[in-house]
């Protein structure tokens, strides 16, 4: 129950019904805040306790200072929470060893279940093994519940075993593209109360929802547990970007060009850690699907969140995907009690402001390497002629005298060149070069729940296939849509046949390609790739083209709309003027241009319009939770803990909980502590946590050898992040960490005091020879301690490490809380000193004392900090909230959740 201070409890009434609600006008200074705000304004009313969340936090909000820098903490309350299955997993692992260990203390297992709704989609862990033909699908699918059985037993018996608790199973779709077509609810209702649906999701490109007006964001899955559990996210009351939008694009413009163009504009203007708001009369001309396309690529220029309010547009969507009556008129009705309505010449109060006139925006495609580096799609050919340079050895370097005198100067002209000859199965040949597109891939979340660029690649297929046109013979061309409503349109549009004459023949309903899930490519062109080191490239309709991330054998990727993603499969190579060179020659062999393919906005609108419906939705979506024969088939334990198999490498019970009491230990001071790692600056949670894949010669792979494993089935850390003794092994093994204490070192070493000399060793196994001698460890480090996003297993690592406090210059606000939830203190040095001026080597044995204060429910300011060479100083505590110090005196966030619940 709320405290109400402001008087702010009240009902509204929509049709029949009555709810609940706490109105916004009851707070001064409520009405001038930006849309963002005025949501997390709703939440603090309602969620008041008078301790972690009071009035003073209230007034904070109802007072922003549009212009001043962030300093206000406040304790957010999502409405729910969403998971994709990498990330998930972990989190649905944790919940399965709290029933167990409440049953060990004497409690009802029951009693644990998420506290908020909390839906899981499995969308990561298809590959596109398989493409081009017609059961490309079905053969994917089959090999995915091969490599993952084990996963989705798990996820399976989770679905039945917890309430609020619901899988979305495998081949169903991508998880944003399900929450905005299905569970998103823009406006919840719950208990009687009716209040605007937020929400946390284990995944970045949680902020697509902020396109139905949702505001939500991605974060680690500690910070998702404790959401799940009841528990409120930590965060500062952000600055606003207000980013007005006029006018409207230009025909042969799509989403993905404004979205480029946007996230170009926001990288440079500098959004981290910030809120953008769309506003103006503008975003009255921008659809839905566009908005989403916006809000999902917040990551990538780099705000926390990227929405737009509610308006008819907003109610249009919600009818159209199937939402019932009474939800779209409470949505409306909400919206314009609240003040949450757009008002598209309102001009809120916002820290920052930026314009832009969709007129002007131009077709574009981003790359090599970075989802901000726009490239006007006029100008492709020539920017990787110069971009190439980057990807080649000198010896390729393009002077014309590098090449056979027969060559044709216009060919070399100042670009490097390396043809090769790839004989295909079927003994045919062809030629491959740096440039040629080798993937082409319509996938993500960010253009595959948008139909417009959908259609429009499928009709750039059809007047393809009339003219003649196929992709080329060395491109992998695949189409992994976000849900299975853009199939059932393509084939009520008589689409498909089109789209398979191309090659774009569906291979899985997932992230794919975007994720690094793109799968092998043909072996003839990875062979003539690898051997001739050509800088081959990848085009695809997503949004991450990072370095190494879509293909091991792809030098250079490119994001780009769907329907070029198509033409570039035509084309088969970036050196190709796509604005201005023929892609090939129709059955009579004239020249196919671009422009002789390219949809008109009337034709896509017209498929539009009549080939998708509210009734695609309904049937897509009616039993969504209940998944194919293959997924109701998998065998589950039946009762309410699980049986946890003790030869699985994917799913083990980890030991947060082991040894625990009902009553709490006193919080002790640490000594005789040990350095495990002395690290610089900017260390981020993508240095510590496990990613990528498995090498055979570090602890991880050690481990999974020893436990019968083939090297080939290691898989990577993202598949085994329920099995805690894997990601401990990787914790901290990062190519490129550089450990200070082992210098001339990269990667997971240490040197281990335990014994003579202090060898240089593996992390994990110096930790594990501390721990058996009961030594207590710290981590030194610098500057930023902490950012990134690889964030759950970054603080879950840590402390099953054995570490006990971080020391550091500064700290990533998120990891901080991380580390409290995991039972580890985080300590900072004093202001203007670090571990070099202090004269730390990282070889001494640490004290830390005064940390025993807590223990009277009071938080220390400063600790005292003493070595055994004599430097003395005194560490800030940054436990910063009473919720944070009551994890700590539990032993991390989850002992303090099974307490209170086994209390109730």
């Given at each position: ?336 009690e609240q003040g949450l309505w757009l008002d598209p010449a309102a001009e809120p109060d916002f820290s920052e402001k930026l314009e832009l006139d969709l007129s002007t925006v131009v077709p574009s495609i981003a790359g090599p390497k970075r989802p901000q580096d726009r490239i006007v799609l006029a100008n492709a050919a020539t920017q990787f002629e110069r971009d190439v340079l980057n990807y080649v050895s000198d010896a390729d370097e393009a002077g014309e005298e590098s090449f056979p005198a027969s060559d044709s100067p216009a060919a070399t002209n100042g ?490």
């Amino acid at each position: 129950m709320s405290a109400n201070s402001f008087d702010a409890r009240s009902t509204l009434r929509v049709g029949d019904e009555s709810y609940e609600i706490f109105r916004l006008d009851k707070v001064e200074g409520a009405a001038r805040l930006p849309y963002s705000l005025k949501v997390l304004l709703e939440n603090l009313l309602r969620t008041e306790d008078g301790a972690n969340i009071t009035a003073d936090h209230i007034r904070a909000i109802g007072g922003w200072d549009s212009q001043a820098q962030p300093s206000q903490e406040i304790q957010f309350t999502p409405a729910r929470v969403i998971m994709q299955d990498f990330t998930g997993v972990p989190c649905v692992v944790d919940l399965a060893t709290m029933r167990e260990a409440v049953k060990e203390l004497g409690g009802d297992a029951a009693k644990i279940n998420p506290l908020a709704p909390a839906e899981l989609v499995i969308d990561h862990s298809v590959i596109a093994d398989k493409f081009g033909t017609k059961d490309a699908f079905g053969q994917n699918v089959e090999l995915e519940y091969g490599r993952n059985k084990e996963r989705y037993q798990f996820l399976r018996w989770g679905q039945t075993a917890f309430d609020e608790f619901k899988v979305v199973p495998p081949g169903t779709g991508i998880v944003h593209q399900v929450n905005i077509e299905h569970l998103a609810r823009t406006v919840m209702v719950r208990n009687g109360q009716a209040y605007p649906d937020t929400l946390v999701g284990t995944d970045s490109h949680t902020t697509m929802v902020n396109g139905l007006g949702v505001l939500g964001w991605g974060v680690g899955g500690i910070e998702a547990e404790a959401a799940m559990l009841g528990q409120p996210v930590s965060m500062l009351i952000p600055r606003v970007v207000g980013f007005k939008l006029t006018g409207e694009l230009k025909p042969g413009t799509t989403a993905t060009d404004l979205v480029l163009t946007i996230t170009e504009m926001l990288r440079k203007h500098g959004v981290v850690g910030k809120f953008v708001e769309f506003y103006g009369e503008g975003v009255a001309a921008t659809s839905l699907a566009n908005r989403a396309t916006i809000g999902n690529m917040s990551p990538e220029f780099g705000s926390t969140a990227a929405i737009f309010p509610i308006d008819d547009e907003t109610l249009n969507y919600l009818r159209l995907t199937g939402r019932d009556a009474q939800q779209v008129a409470l949505v409306e009705a909400y919206a314009k009690e609240q003040g949450l309505w757009l008002d598209p010449a309102a001009e809120p109060d916002f820290s920052e402001k930026l314009e832009l006139d969709l007129s002007t925006v131009v077709p574009s495609i981003a790359g090599p390497k970075r989802p901000q580096d726009r490239i006007v799609l006029a100008n492709a050919a020539t920017q990787f002629e110069r971009d190439v340079l980057n990807y080649v050895s000198d010896a390729d370097e393009a002077g014309e005298e590098s090449f056979p005198a027969s060559d044709s100067p216009a060919a070399t002209n100042g670009v490097p060149s390396r043809p090769t000859t790839v004989t295909a199965p079927d003994g045919s040949t062809y030629e491959i070069d740096h440039g040629a597109v080798t993937v082409a891939a319509i996938t993500s979340c960010t253009n595959t729940s948008n139909p417009y660029v959908m259609v429009a690649a499928a009709l750039v297929a059809k007047k393809a296939v009339e003219k003649g046109l196929t992709r080329k013979p060395w491109v992998k061309t695949t189409l992994a849509p976000g849900s299975k409503v853009v199939t059932d349109y393509f084939d009520k549009a008589g689409l498909t046949p089109y789209l398979d004459k191309v090659g774009f023949n569906l291979v899985g309903y997932g992230c794919t390609t975007c994720i690094g899930n793109s799968g092998p490519l043909p072996e003839e062109v990875s062979k003539a790739v690898n051997e001739h080191d050509l800088a081959v490239t990848s085009v695809l309709s997503g949004n991450r083209n990072f370095e190494g991330r879509i293909n091991p054998d792809v030098k250079m990727n490119y994001l780009a709309s769907p329907p070029l993603v198509v033409a570039y499969a035509l084309a088969g190579s970036m050196k190709v003027n796509i604005t201005e060179d023929a892609l090939g020659t129709d059955t009579e062999g004239n020249p196919v241009y671009l422009k002789d393919i390219w949809p008109s906005e009337a034709e896509v609108n017209e498929v539009v319009a009549n080939a998708i419906g509210e009734d695609m939705f309904n049937k897509s979506y009616q039993d969504v939770f209940a998944g194919d024969a293959q997924w109701q088939a998998l065998s589950i334990p039946t009762g309410n803990t699980f049986e946890w198999d003790p030869q699985s490498t994917y799913v083990r019970k980890p030991p947060y909980f082991e040894g625990m009491t009902m009553e709490t230990t006193p919080v002790s001071d640490i000594a005789g502590a040990r350095v495990l790692a002395k690290l610089g600056d900017s260390v981020t949670t993508d240095h510590i946590s496990p990613a990528g894949a498995i090498k055979a010669d570090t602890p991880a792979g050690q481990y999974l050898t020893e436990h019968g494993v083939e090297r080939r089935d290691f898989n990577s850390y993202g598949s085994r992040r329920g099995n805690h003794e894997v990601m401990i092994r990787g914790t901290f093994a990062n190519i490129r960490l550089r450990n200070q204490i082992a210098p001339g070192t990269e990667g997971g070493y240490t040197r281990d005091f335990t014994q003579d000399g202090g060898p240089v060793s593996f992390i994990y196994d110096a930790s594990q020879n501390y721990q058996a001698a009961g030594t207590p460890l710290v981590i030194l480090a610098g500057k930023e301690y902490g950012s990134g996003s690889s964030r759950d297993w970054a603080a879950k690592g840590t402390a099953l490490l054995g570490v006990k406090a971080v020391v550091a210059e500064s700290y990533e606000r998120i990891h901080r809380s991380n580390l409290i939830g995991m039972g580890v203190l985080p300590l900072q040095f004093p202001e203007g000193q670090t571990a070099e001026s202090l004269g730390l080597t990282g070889e001494e044995t640490f004290a830390v004392t005064g940390v025993t204060e807590l223990n009277d429910g009071t938080t220390p300011r400063t600790v005292k900090v003493s070595t055994d060479s004599g430097v003395e100083f005194d560490a800030v505590v940054r436990i910063d909230t009473p919720g944070e110090a009551d994890y700590y005196r539990n032993g991390g966030i989850m002992q303090y959740v099974l307490r209170s619940l086994i209390r109730k």
